[in-house]
């Protein structure tokens, strides 16, 4: 080596060690604390902040770092920040390199109190004094093309203890409290997973509401922070407060978790969520979620009693019929479907002794909703809330002080539906009717709802009902057609309205339309036309027979003693035609084949009060008791007796009917004016036929001569 060379390696050499011995100098002769009113002084200049700095301020050269006790800090003299303690230290080397690292980030005794006042405004934009024109921020410089650096930072160990933020929201009156908030991460390198372990407990008010929580993972950063996994996460969260009824909630969530915000995905593969001995689990991945959502994988609900997790939840259920009922349930399904939709195919649920599959299809967008389902059996009485007893005495009260009349269908809410619904069951009890093999399928949109069709087994026989209702307009329109065959009409009408008239198998076509959203205004406007026909039947807790009797015994001036006879009367085919307007059912033309008589009547049913106001006749057709006194003559055949059926239909078994002696007289009357007029009519015919027979005599003796 030449001496020149030489030279400059000894100068170069002797130069950095008064550089470094420079730097140590200013490290060890320099005191930043000197700085203090200063930096104060500033901060007081360009913000609204009260910067009082009462800790020691530190640095130190190898590792570079900078450390800060005791800051406070007022604003609008109001306390807004203190920090106990803040340690930054970065190696030297590691910034020459251009790739940062950190030896450790540790923040301790932090506390921030934020606001919001009642117009909305928080107390951090304060800080800043307000300027006459916006800043105008420049934009980023852009290295030339080829020539750009990712930046690479790595930290060796962040440590966060002892952090508590205050925020109070003068418009609703809540209060959130974050404290107790720690955080650990170590050997934080991007595109590297590192472990992480954070806990913090949250107090909220109106409701009142305390939540802890602690989480374990190992998370790695992707590039520019645009993607971000949690592997073999382990959380925890207990919640507990008003919305419990202060009882303790205990949430676990355990898995793996991925989100690629530049692939616009998140993957939940597998994940377990536990809430108290619930138990979730899923393989889900979601694409374009930034977009049009798309969802693939599984979720399934093991087995758990809903009731008794209300119950661990401070819920209380209403009382029902059975209580029983919500003892289990479980789900399990498939999740996918276009972009933009959520279908769960297949679906399958069971609740208590009920199972429940198909699909479910739920459109994003236009929250359309598409579902088909069947059902094996559910008895829904067991849901329904307890008929309650009312006492003796209480029921005229009760009526005279009905509760008010509510609108039946939220028509707001119908006019946002838009689904397509079908539904088969094998068994559906509700009321005490049971319905076999339903068939549902329903529609909805643009606030047109239609069932088309609705269809079952009840009793025996079959029914079948197409029905639209129009909610578009303020006052909705409903229009029902419906067909019934063979169905027993006794357990139905008893469960229905407390009829117990009538049995027999009904066949009956209906064509309705009314308007309204109340029961009072449906019936009402109620338009419409049916009929029917009862085939196999009875008139239960009445006698026709024993009105018949009655009459004919009058009819032979003799007495009869009915009232040991049998309640009830059998009819073979009973038929009428009816039009409905408002609260009257009219009918014009029953007929019905009793045993040695013929039924024919007309009348009106209001359907408001159940009231029956009817006009019947008997037909002698035949002999219709052994009685004697019912005895039947040829003068007695084609004689109408009488029957007025006026009364409630409602609770007492048996038509409100009798023998109406008052027609019965006018008909007597009226038989007796024809039979006097056609004995009279007799009388001069035999007149006329004597005076015919003395005038052939008398001109046979003349002739005869």
């Given at each position: 080596m030449s001496s020149a060379l030489r030279y400059l390696v000894f100068a170069l050499a002797g130069l950095l060690a008064l550089v470094g011995i420079a730097a140590a100098s200013l490290l060890f002769l320099f005191d930043p604390n000197d700085f203090k009113p200063q930096i104060e002084k500033a901060a007081e200049t360009h913000t609204r902040l009260d910067l009082q700095l009462d800790g020691d301020i530190g640095w130190s050269f190898i590792p570079l770092g900078l450390e800060l006790n005791t800051v406070k800090a007022r604003l609008d003299n109001e306390p807004f920040l203190e920090l106990e303690h803040l340690v930054a230290r970065v190696s030297l080397r590691s910034l020459i390199k251009m790739q940062p690292a950190v030896h450790r980030f540790e923040l301790a005794g932090l506390e921030l109190n934020l606001a919001l006042d009642k117009e909305g405004r928080g107390n951090w934009e304060r800080i800043m004094p307000e300027s006459g024109a916006d800043a105008q921020e420049s934009p980023a410089e852009q290295a030339p093309e080829g020539e750009a650096k990712t930046l690479v930072f790595n930290i060796s160990?962040?440590?966060?203890?002892?952090?508590?933020?205050?925020?109070?929201?003068?418009?609703?009156?809540?209060?959130?409290?974050?404290?107790?908030?720690a955080l650990q991460a170590s050997d934080i390198t991007p595109q590297q997973a590192f472990p992480l372990n954070m806990q913090f407990h949250l107090a909220t008010t109106e409701p009142a509401m305390d939540i802890l929580a602690q989480l374990q993972a190992n998370l790695t950063l992707g590039e520019q922070f645009k993607r971000v996994m949690l592997d073999s996460l382990s959380s925890t969260v207990s919640l507990q407060g008003d919305a419990t009824n202060?009882?303790?909630?205990?949430?676990?969530?355990?898995?793996?978790?991925?989100?690629?915000?530049?692939?616009?995905?998140?993957?939940?593969?597998?994940?377990?969520?536990?809430?108290?001995?619930?138990?979730?689990?899923?393989?889900?991945?979601?694409?374009?979620?930034?977009?049009?959502?798309?969802?693939?994988?599984?979720?399934?609900?093991?087995?758990?009693?809903?009731?008794?997790?209300?119950?661990?939840?401070?819920?209380?259920?209403?009382?029902?019929?059975?209580?029983?009922?919500?003892?289990?349930?479980?789900?399990?399904?498939?999740?996918?479907?276009?972009?933009?939709?959520?279908?769960?195919?297949?679906?399958?649920?069971?609740?208590?002794?009920?199972?429940?599959?198909?699909?479910?299809?739920?459109?994003?967008?236009?929250?359309?909703?598409?579902?088909?389902?069947?059902?094996?059996?559910?008895?829904?009485?067991?849901?329904?809330?307890?008929?309650?007893?009312?006492?003796?005495?209480?029921?005229?009260?009760?009526?005279?002080?009905?509760?008010?009349?509510?609108?039946?269908?939220?028509?707001?809410?119908?006019?946002?539906?838009?689904?397509?619904?079908?539904?088969?069951?094998?068994?559906?009890?509700?009321?005490?009717?049971?319905i076999r093999q339903l068939v549902l399928n329903a529609s909805a949109a643009d606030g047109v709802i239609k069932v088309s069709p609705l269809s079952g087994q009840l009793y025996e026989g079959r029914f079948q009902a197409n029905a639209t209702i129009n909610a578009a307009d303020a006052t909705p329109r409903w229009l029902v057609k419906a067909n019934v065959t063979d169905v027993k009409t006794l357990p139905l009408l008893t469960q229905l309205a407390e009829m117990q008239q009538f049995s027999g198998l009904a066949n009956i076509n209906l064509d309705l339309n009314t308007t309204g959203n109340r029961v009072s205004a449906l019936r009402n406007?109620?338009?419409?036309?049916?009929?029917?026909?009862?085939?196999?039947?009875?008139?239960?807790?009445?006698?026709?027979?024993?009105?018949?009797?009655?009459?004919?015994?009058?009819?032979?001036?003799?007495?009869?003693?009915?009232?040991?006879?049998?309640?009830?009367?059998?009819?073979?085919?009973?038929?009428?035609?009816?039009?409905?307007?408002?609260?009257?059912?009219?009918?014009?033309?029953?007929?019905?084949?009793?045993?040695?008589?013929?039924?024919?009547?007309?009348?009106?049913?209001?359907?408001?009060?159940?009231?029956?106001?009817?006009?019947?006749?008997?037909?002698?057709?035949?002999?219709?008791?052994e009685d004697n006194a019912c005895r039947v003559n040829d003068k007695l055949k084609d004689l109408v007796i009488p029957v007025k059926c006026k009364g409630s239909l409602v609770g007492d078994k048996g038509l409100p009917c009798k023998f109406d002696t008052a027609r019965f007289r006018d008909t007597i009357a009226g038989k007796a004016k024809a039979e006097a007029k056609e004995k009279a009519s007799e009388e001069i015919d035999r007149g006329k036929e004597k005076l015919k027979e003395k005038a052939r005599d008398k001109l046979q003796k003349f002739f005869g001569q």
């Open positions: 160990e962040v440590a966060i203890s002892d952090t508590r933020v205050h925020y109070h929201d003068a418009q609703s009156g809540q209060t959130t409290t974050l404290d107790n908030f202060q009882k303790k909630i205990d949430l676990a969530l355990n898995g793996n978790i991925d989100a690629d915000l530049a692939q616009s995905q998140i993957k939940l593969s597998p994940l377990k969520l536990s809430l108290n001995k619930v138990q979730i689990d899923s393989n889900l991945v979601v694409s374009q979620f930034d977009s049009t959502p798309q969802l693939a994988g599984t979720l399934s609900i093991a087995e758990f009693s809903p009731r008794e997790l209300l119950a661990q939840l401070g819920q209380s259920l209403p009382p029902m019929q059975d209580p029983n009922t919500l003892r289990k349930l479980s789900l399990d399904t498939t999740l996918g479907g276009e972009p933009g939709q959520v279908a769960l195919k297949p679906l399958n649920i069971a609740l208590d002794d009920t199972k429940l599959n198909g699909e479910v299809r739920y459109t994003l967008e236009t929250g359309a909703v598409f579902a088909r389902l069947n059902l094996d059996k559910i008895d829904a009485d067991r849901y329904l809330a307890p008929t309650p007893e009312e006492p003796a005495g209480e029921t005229q009260a009760a009526s005279a002080d009905p509760a008010p009349e509510t609108d039946l269908l939220p028509l707001e809410t119908l006019r946002g539906l838009r689904f397509d619904a079908g539904l088969n069951a094998g068994e559906l009890i509700i009321n005490q009717i049971p406007n109620a338009k419409g036309k049916a009929d029917f026909a009862i085939k196999q039947g009875k008139f239960e807790g009445t006698s026709m027979a024993a009105y018949a009797c009655q009459g004919i015994a009058l009819m032979h001036k003799e007495t009869i003693d009915t009232s040991a006879w049998p309640k009830a009367t059998s009819f073979e085919d009973l038929s009428g035609a009816i039009t409905i307007n408002g609260n009257s059912i009219d009918n014009s033309a029953l007929t019905a084949q009793l045993k040695g008589m013929a039924l024919e009547g007309k009348g009106q049913v209001d359907i408001a009060s159940m009231d029956l106001n009817y006009s019947a006749g008997l037909r002698i057709l035949g002999n219709i008791h």
